[in-house]
């Protein structure tokens, strides 16, 4: 199995622009989540998915940022505007079942984002 | 809201052991152990379920006190391998983990 794939690896993005992340889960899971780690506040969950349907977005900063999952095999993250603030690496997560109360989370390797 | 994780850090010579404490306000249906090297994703090693049960992995192993809202990790007979920042993450029924701070691990030879 590929795991969970997200791209790019690395966005280094000027202030003000928009950024688009992008995750591929493993195949037959149904649910997914986007998460965001800093050294000040660690892993949080930003938004969770299940079925291809936002289940829970409570975790989502701003209205700059909007998360959306057309299909099962393909979600995506955007931030626009941009903020410095919001440099952080973003893990894209999936795992079989509804949440995460009895099945691992398969973690992508992240993307990076530096905003300058 | 995030599980409370004790210690901050912690530093091993090879073959000693440990214990990561991880502990919520909330009650708690499930816990997840998972594992962080440098510049790398989390790696899942166990989960916990309602029922107090212990977990096996290698020689890393958990317990789970669902009335006491906590769970240890014993890392016995550390290896180099076992390097890297450890991770709870707590389901309170709500199908979503929030995570602790972490704990880093660090083995010498």
């Known amino acids: 199995d590929a795991g969970v794939i997200q791209s790019p690896r690395h966005e280094v993005t000027e202030m003000g622009q928009e950024v688009t992340l992008r995750c591929k889960p493993i195949?037959?899971?149904?649910?997914l989540f986007w998460y965001r780690q800093t050294m000040m506040r660690g892993l949080e969950l930003l938004i969770y998915?299940?079925?291809?349907?936002?289940?829970?977005d409570s975790g989502m900063p701003e209205d700059r940022f909007s998360a959306k999952m057309p299909n099962a095999s393909f979600s995506t993250l955007k931030i626009q505007p941009s903020e410095p603030r919001d440099s952080a690496v973003y893990f894209c997560?999936?795992?079989?079942?509804?949440?995460?109360?009895?099945?691992?989370?398969?973690f992508g390797n992240g993307t990076r984002l530096t905003v300058t | 809201q995030q599980p409370v994780q004790s210690p901050q850090a912690v530093i091993l010579r090879e073959g000693e052991d440990a214990v990561i404490n991880c502990s919520s306000s909330?009650?708690?249906?499930?816990v997840h152990w998972y594992r962080q090297k440098h510049g790398e994703a989390p790696v899942f090693l166990m989960i916990?379920?309602?029922?107090?049960e212990q977990k096996g992995h290698d020689k890393i192993s958990a317990s789970f006190n669902e009335k006491k809202q906590q769970s240890s990790l014993y890392l016995t007979a550390s290896q180099l391998s076992y390097s890297g920042t450890y991770f709870c993450?707590?389901?309170?029924?709500?199908?979503?983990?929030?995570f602790g701070a972490g704990t880093t691990v660090t083995v010498r030879a």
């Open positions: 916990l379920l309602k029922g107090g």
């Open positions: 195949s037959g899971h149904n649910s």
């Open positions: 909330k009650a708690l249906y499930s």
């Open positions: 998915f299940n079925n291809n349907v936002p289940i829970d």
């Open positions: 997560a999936s795992s079989y079942g509804t949440g995460s109360y009895n099945s691992p989370l398969h």
């Open positions: 993450g707590t389901d309170s029924n709500d199908y979503k983990l929030s």
